[in-house]
C-alpha cells in the first residue's frame, strides 16, 4: 500500500492531531511498563483436572500473591480457603453455607479483599490494558474500585458505597466471580502451549474449552494434536490411530460425552467380528474413571484390536501411495508369514503372539473387509462433522503452528530432524528437498492445505495424508523418532522390537554450538534467546535436567500427564518468564485438584511448586524491549508521520471519525 494511502486509512482512526498525539503518549506510556508474565505448558496430554489446578492457580503465584497481602491479616488456614476461592469461585460458592447475616459480612470483606489483590497483579500495566480484561457488566465499577484513592476520606466513602450496592442488588457473587476470573487472568498475561493437549488423559475436550477463553495464546501443536487435526481434515489412518489411542486409555467421556463421537458401529463391528477372542492385548490401562461412558473392558479390548487392524491396514496403504516418506518398512503387515506365524521387522524374525486376523486376507493384507470399510466410512463421517471437535480444531488453526519465535524465545514440540553430524535433514516431498526451518514452513503450509483447501483442489488429498507424517513420520519436527512402534507392541513378545530410537537432535541439542546454530536458522538474537521444546518426559529422578545446553535450551514435559508420572517423578513443570527472570516451577505429584475440591471439602491441596529461578534477566524486561514494544514502536513512528502529514496539510484534520 502506498504512503498516502495508508495514512489515509490511519486518519480514519486517529482524525486529527489531538487524536493521534494522544494516541502516541499512550503508547510510549505502554512501552515503558515492564512485560507481562508468560507461562508455558507443554504435553498436558487430557489432563483437565491438573492442567485447570495450574493455569487457575497461575501455577502457585496467586497463592504466593495471597500471602504476601495478607499474611498478617489472615491464618495460614484462611490464606488456603482465599487462594481456592480465587482459583474456583463458581464451585467454592456453590459450597458455602453461611446463615444469611454472615453471608452478608463475608461477602463484603471478600470483595473488598479481592479488589486488594486485583490491585497486586494488575499494578504493572496500563489502565487501557486492564480495561480491556474486565467482564463488561462489572467493567465500570471494578475500574472505579481498582483506582479510588484510599487516602481520600470521600472517595473511600464511595467506594463502600459502590460494594454495598453491588451487594444490594443481589449480584455479590457474580461479582466475586468475575474479580476472581480477573485475578486469574491478570496473572497469566500471555500463554503458550507447548503441544500434546490431546490423548491419554480423560478430557482434552474440557482443556481445549477453558484455553479457548484466554484471550492471549499460542499453540505449537504437538504429534498428538496434529493426529487429532488430520482425523478432521478426514485422514482415516489418523481417525483410527486417535480412536485406539483413546481406547486404550478407556477414554469414553472424551469421544461419545466431548465429541458425540458415535461408537456403536464400532462395538458391533468388534463383538461380532472377536467374539471369541480373549484380545489380551488390548485391555485398557485404567487410569482414571468415565462418568458418563462406562463400556466393560473385555468390549473395549475388542474395539481396540478392531480399530488396530484396521489402522494397520489404511497405513500400508498410505505408506504404498507414498514412496517419498520412506517408511516401507513401517508396512508390518505385509511382513507378517502368516504360514509360519512369524514376522521381519527391521531384518530381525520375531514369532507372532496373535494370530487371528478374522478380517486379513494375507494374498493382500492391506484391504479392508467390507465390514471395515463400511465401519470406517461411518467414523469418518462422524469425526469430520463433530460440532465441537471441529471448533477446536479451527481454534488449533487459528491460534497454533508448527513453531513460533516470541520474545526471543523460539517453540516447537518436538524437534528439528538432523543428522550425527549436525547438520539439518534434507527431506525430500515432490521436486523439492527442506530441511530447518524452510522444513517447518512447508509442513505448516500443508497443515493448512489439509483442512483448509477445498475438497477438489487436486493439492488436497496429499496435504490430508502428511498430517499422518507428521504424526509418526521419522523426519516430522513433531515425532522425532525412528518408528512408532504400534505393530510391535501389540504383537512381538520382545521388547527390544519395540524400541523407538530418538533422532540425534535429541542428544545433540544438549550442546549449547547445536542451539546457537537452530537460533541463527530462526534468526534470533543468540546471546538472549532460549529454545523452548516439550514431548520427551525429562526423567528428573533419573538426574536429568529440564534446562539443557548452557541454558539455551528448555524441555519442558514434566509429566503433567499422570501415565508419565512415574518415569518424571513429578507431576509437570511450568516455565514462567517474568519482567525479572526466567524460573520453572516443578509440580508435586498428586496435584489434587476440582474433584477433591468438591469432594471432600478439607482433601483440596493448593498448588504449591517448587520455584526455581533459572535466569535472571540483566535488566528489567520492558514491554519496548518484546515483540509487541517493537510493533507499538513502529505504530508511534507512523503517527508522527500522521501528525507531519496532518501539519503540512496533505491530509486534514477532522473532528468525526471515519466509518463509524
Ligand atoms: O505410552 P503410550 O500411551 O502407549 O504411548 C507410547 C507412544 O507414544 C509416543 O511416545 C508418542 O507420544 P509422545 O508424543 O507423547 O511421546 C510414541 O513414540 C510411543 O510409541
Ligand atoms: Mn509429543
Not at 258 to 266: P, S, T
Not at 448 to 465: M, R, T
Request: hydrophobic share 35%; charged share 25%; net charge negative.
Amino acid at each position: 500500500m502506498n504512503k498516502e494511502k495508508y495514512l489515509r486509512l490511519l486518519s480514519l482512526k486517529y482524525p486529527n492531531i489531538r487524536a493521534a498525539t494522544s494516541e502516541i503518549i499512550n503508547l510510549n506510556a505502554i512501552l515503558r511498563l515492564p512485560k507481562g508474565t508468560e507461562y508455558f505448558f507443554s504435553d498436558i496430554h487430557g489432563e483437565y483436572e491438573s492442567f485447570l489446578d495450574l493455569l487457575k492457580s497461575a501455577s502457585g503465584t496467586i497463592r504466593e500473591k495471597v500471602k504476601l497481602l495478607f499474611e498478617n491479616v489472615m491464618t495460614e488456614k484462611e490464606q488456603e480457603e482465599f487462594a481456592k476461592l480465587v482459583y474456583y469461585p463458581r464451585e467454592v460458592l456453590g459450597q458455602m453455607e453461611f446463615l444469611k447475616t454472615e453471608y452478608g459480612y463475608w461477602e463484603r470483606i471478600t470483595i473488598f479483599r479481592l479488589v486488594l489483590l486485583c490491585r497486586e497483579t494488575s499494578s504493572k500495566y496500563t489502565r487501557s490494558k486492564v480495561r480491556k480484561k474486565l467482564p463488561i457488566d462489572y467493567a465500570y465499577a471494578i475500574e472505579e474500585l481498582l483506582n479510588v484513592n484510599h487516602e481520600d476520606q470521600d472517595k473511600k466513602v464511595y467506594y463502600n458505597e459502590i460494594i454495598h450496592s453491588v451487594i444490594d442488588s443481589g449480584a455479590g457473587k457474580d461479582f466475586i466471580i468475575a474479580l476472581c476470573k480477573l485475578v486469574q487472568q491478570l496473572c497469566v498475561d500471555k500463554l503458550h502451549i507447548i503441544g500434546d493437549i490431546f490423548d491419554r488423559g480423560p478430557r482434552a475436550d474440557i482443556i481445549m474449552n477453558e484455553l479457548m477463553t484466554f484471550p492471549d495464546i499460542d499453540i505449537q501443536w504437538g504429534n498428538h494434536d496434529i493426529s487429532w487435526m488430520g482425523a478432521v481434515c478426514g485422514n482415516e489412518a489418523c481417525i483410527a490411530n486417535v480412536l485406539r489411542i483413546a481406547l486404550s486409555y478407556n477414554n469414553y467421556d472424551l469421544l461419545e460425552d466431548g465429541y458425540g463421537i458415535n461408537l456403536r458401529a464400532l462395538s458391533i463391528f468388534a463383538s461380532e467380528t472377536y467374539h471369541s477372542d480373549p484380545c489380551s492385548a488390548f485391555y485398557p490401562r485404567l487410569l482414571d474413571e468415565n462418568k458418563y461412558d462406562n463400556v466393560d473392558t473385555s468390549l473395549t479390548a475388542k474395539m481396540h484390536k478392531a480399530i488396530t487392524v484396521i489402522q494397520l491396514k489404511l497405513e500400508g496403504q498410505l505408506i504404498k501411495r507414498h514412496p517419498e516418506y520412506n517408511m516401507d518398512e513401517r508396512d508390518c503387515l505385509n511382513k507378517v508369514d502368516s504360514k509360519m506365524r512369524r514376522v521381519i521387522v527391521e531384518g530381525i524374525e520375531y514369532p507372532m503372539i496373535d494370530m487371528n486376523f478374522p478380517t486379513i486376507c494375507w494374498e493382500h493384507p492391506l484391504e479392508l473387509s467390507d465390514g471395515e470399510k463400511e465401519l470406517i466410512n461411518i467414523l469418518r463421517i462422524s469425526f469430520v462433522h463433530s460440532e465441537l471437535l471441529n471448533r477446536h480444531v479451527k481454534f488449533l488453526y487459528s491460534h497454533g503452528s508448527m513453531y513460533k519465535c516470541v520474545n526471543s524465545n523460539l517453540l516447537y514440540h518436538g524437534c528439528i530432524p538432523m543428522e550425527e553430524d549436525g547438520s539439518f535433514t534434507k527431506v525430500q516431498f515432490k521436486e523439492e528437498i527442506y530441511s530447518g526451518k524452510p522444513l517447518f514452513d512447508f509442513f505448516n503450509q500443508q497443515a493448512q492445505n489439509a483442512y483448509f483447501l477445498p475438497e477438489n483442489d487436486s493439492d488436497k488429498q496429499d496435504a490430508v495424508d502428511i498430517m499422518w507424517y507428521l504424526w509418526c513420520g521419522k523426519n516430522s519436527p513433531l515425532f522425532g523418532k525412528s518408528k512408532l512402534a504400534v505393530f510391535e507392541k501389540y504383537f512381538i513378545a520382545d521388547n527390544s522390537a519395540a524400541v523407538e530410537q530418538y533422532n540425534p537432535y535429541y542428544r545433540l541439542s544438549n550442546g549449547a554450538r547445536v542451539c546457537t546454530k537452530i537460533l541463527e536458522e530462526f534468526q534470533l538474537d543468540i546471546d538472549k534467546s532460549h529454545i523452548i521444546n516439550g514431548h520427551v518426559p525429562v526423567k528428573i529422578k533419573e538426574g536429568e535436567h529440564p534446562v539443557k545446553a548452557e541454558g539455551k535450551l528448555y524441555v519442558i514435559d514434566g509429566g503433567i500427564s499422570k501415565a508419565y508420572q512415574s518415569k518424571t517423578g513429578i507431576a509437570g513443570y511450568t516455565l514462567i518468564f517474568t519482567s525479572h527472570h526466567l524460573a520453572l516451577a516443578e509440580h508435586k505429584i498428586p496435584s489434587k485438584g476440582l474433584s477433591n475440591l468438591l469432594g471432600t471439602k478439607n482433601d483440596f491441596q493448593p498448588v504449591s511448586p517448587a520455584i526455581y529461578i533459572t535466569e535472571k534477566m540483566p535488566r528489567r524486561i520492558m514491554v519496548a524491549d518484546t515483540d509487541v514494544g517493537r510493533e507499538l514502536a513502529e505504530r508511534i513512528e507512523d503517527l508522527k508521520m500522521l501528525v507531519t502529514a496532518y501539519k503540512e496539510g496533505e491530509i486534514r484534520e477532522s473532528e468525526i471519525r471515519g466509518y463509524d
